[in-house]
């Protein structure tokens, strides 16, 4: 939980992983390209008091992850998003024994929540009804552009990705988190592409769509599709930490995703390691759009409390302590 200014902000991460990079898991080149684009990101985006060591961003372990979060870093729940990358890491890049042994050691912080890949056919079917009973899923993340064989990507809306959608629906799994964002090296820019959002989003009206990192650099494609399907939500993965370098930018996100989608389909989320969540849950805390920007209306405490927490948790089913609830009016 986070306090400031008698204000109570309940804090749920949306977005966190529990990765090893390191070298003796890359299975080529390309798991080497991928960590450093990570680290990139790490490092131009953030404080110069907030930057790891490249050793220790590799690998950093669930202690340093529940001290990071929990300790440190205001969260009063998170969600593991696992990218698996096969192609490029031994084991894995997100590693589902770790993060799943963590959220059975913390239940009421952790929620894990799995992936597929709908070119394994039949095959990774059953794995997804099998790891569906094994996690208990609420949710998937799906990474479109990852590679498989000479395939560099997958599409939404392909015939496969149906079934896989359709087995979701009869296994219970409503919440459906898809990256669709800024790419990274070696992956293909076209393949994050937003726009098989939109058909999945209409064929599928009782599963949420979570579009992390909100479309980036696409977010104009992304608020039109977002504006006319009501289960399509932002994830501000990757758009967040932009309060620090390019404040401007971020209020320019931030407020056209309340003009399109409003405040109640907006998540938190710090992309866990790429940032670690304190100091951007305190930055957001006191983010003002600058005055001159006024076709943007100020941020409300509400608005940010929402953003922060009661919309992730709302969909997660996840117990909000009464002080940090919102008075009846306030949701509406």
């Given at each position: 939980?986070?306090?400031?200014d008698g ?5 749920v ?26 680290y ?5 985006l ?25 300790v440190d870093?205001?969260?009063d ?19 589902t024994?770790?993060?799943?042994a ?5 239940p ?49 809306d ?14 219970g799994?409503?919440?459906?988190h ?5 790419t990274?090296?070696?992956l ?13 989003a209409?064929?599928f ?16 494609d ?26 401007r ?5 931030i407020g ?8 109640d ?5 710090s ?5 670690t969540p ?23 405490v ?27 009016e306030?949701?509406?």
């Amino acid at each position: 939980m986070y306090r400031k200014d008698g204000e109570n902000y309940f804090i749920v991460d949306a977005h966190v992983a529990l990765w090893d990079a390191r070298p003796e898991n890359q299975r080529n080149i390309h798991g080497k390209q991928f960590i450093d684009c990570f680290y990139d990101y790490h490092r131009n985006l953030s404080p110069e008091s907030e930057l790891w060591p490249y050793e220790d961003y590799l690998y950093y372990g669930g202690e340093r992850l529940m001290k990071d979060l929990f300790v440190d870093g205001y969260v009063d729940h998170a969600i593991f998003q696992p990218a698996r990358l096969g192609a490029f890491y031994r084991t894995g890049f997100g590693q589902t024994e770790e993060a799943f042994a963590l959220t059975r050691k913390h239940p009421g912080k952790l929620t894990y929540n799995h992936y597929f890949d709908p070119r394994f056919e039949e095959a990774g079917l059953e794995w997804l009804r099998e790891d569906a009973a094994r996690f208990g899923l609420q949710g998937v993340k799906l990474y479109t552009a990852e590679w498989k064989g000479d395939s560099r990507g997958y599409k939404l809306d392909d015939p496969w990705t149906y079934r896989y959608l359709e087995t979701c629906r009869e296994l219970g799994i409503r919440n459906i988190h898809i990256h669709k964002g800024p790419t990274i090296r070696p992956l293909d820019r076209d393949a994050f592409d937003v726009a098989d959002v939109d058909k999945a989003a209409t064929d599928f009206t009782d599963l949420n769509f979570v579009v992390e990192h909100c479309g980036l650099p696409r977010l104009e494609d992304f608020c039109w599709i977002a504006t006319q399907e009501p289960n399509v939500h932002a994830g501000l993965a990757v758009a967040i930490p932009f309060m620090h370098t390019r404040p401007r930018y971020f209020a320019q996100i931030i407020g056209e995703l309340l003009y399109w989608l409003g405040e109640d389909r907006i998540q938190f989320s710090s992309d866990y390691a790429l940032w670690t969540p304190r100091w951007l849950v305190e930055r957001f805390v006191d983010f003002r759009i600058p005055a001159d920007m006024d076709e943007y209306p100020q941020l409300t405490v509400a608005q940010k409390k929402k953003i922060l927490g009661l919309n992730a948790a709302a969909m997660y089913g996840i117990d909000v302590p009464a002080e940090c609830r919102l008075p009846e009016e306030a949701v509406a």
